[in-house]
């Protein structure tokens, strides 16, 4: 069976996060070109979300830990530098969008935001970041989602910058609006 003649099933559906590409007109992988690498890849049903790196895709094997693995090995060699990816599967991002603790500021996207964590963090972690939320910015952690709603927009939010120094676990950030695109566009693929 190719990978085109797959079912339409979730379980072969996964949400791949590039982090660190498109920034401030540094690295720049173009949308098509990712569309393209990843299926040489031999992925399917490929499709990209705004330049900041957000693909869905289906797959024939594997799980997300190994094509994480395999999706940065091949990404550096054709780049030539190295982006986290964090790949996840269908799963993982229906459960992300049906457990935000902040479903009131849902209705403004731009204020509300979800990283994925490299893993869970710990409870030391967690503590040493809730120390810093001084403003009027409020976060929670469920498993490897980190919900950030910053009511004054991330770009004025000081504490948004201070995540990845504090809490030290490697993450990538996506607005509302875009977790509900990728949501969206991966159904339409489950």
Request: overall charge positive; some cysteine; proline content about 6%.
């Amino acid at each position: 069976m190719s990978s085109n003649d797959l079912p339409n099933t979730p379980a072969n559906v996964f949400i791949a996060l590039f982090s660190g590409i498109n920034v401030g007109g540094n690295r720049i992988v173009k949308m098509a070109e990712l569309r393209s690498f990843l299926e040489q890849l031999g992925f399917s049903d490929v499709a990209t979300y705004v330049q900041s790196g957000n693909a869905v895709f289906r797959s024939p094997d594997g799980d997300a830990a190994t094509l994480t693995k395999r999706l940065e090995a091949e990404f550096e060699k054709k780049w030539g530098f190295h982006s986290r990816i964090m790949v996840r599967d269908f799963g993982w991002l229906e459960r992300l969008a049906a457990d935000n603790p902040y479903p009131e500021a849902a209705g403004e996207p731009t204020k509300l935001h979800a990283y994925a964590l490299e893993r869970r963090p710990t409870a030391e972690e967690i503590a040493r970041l809730a120390e810093k939320c001084t403003g009027p910015e409020r976060f929670e952690i469920k498993g490897d989602v980190l919900y950030l709603h910053a009511p004054d927009g991330l770009g004025k939010s000081v504490f948004a910058n201070l995540i990845p120094r504090v809490l030290k676990v490697p993450c990538t950030a996506r607005n509302w609006r875009t977790v509900l695109m990728l949501l969206e566009m991966a159904k339409a693929r489950g």
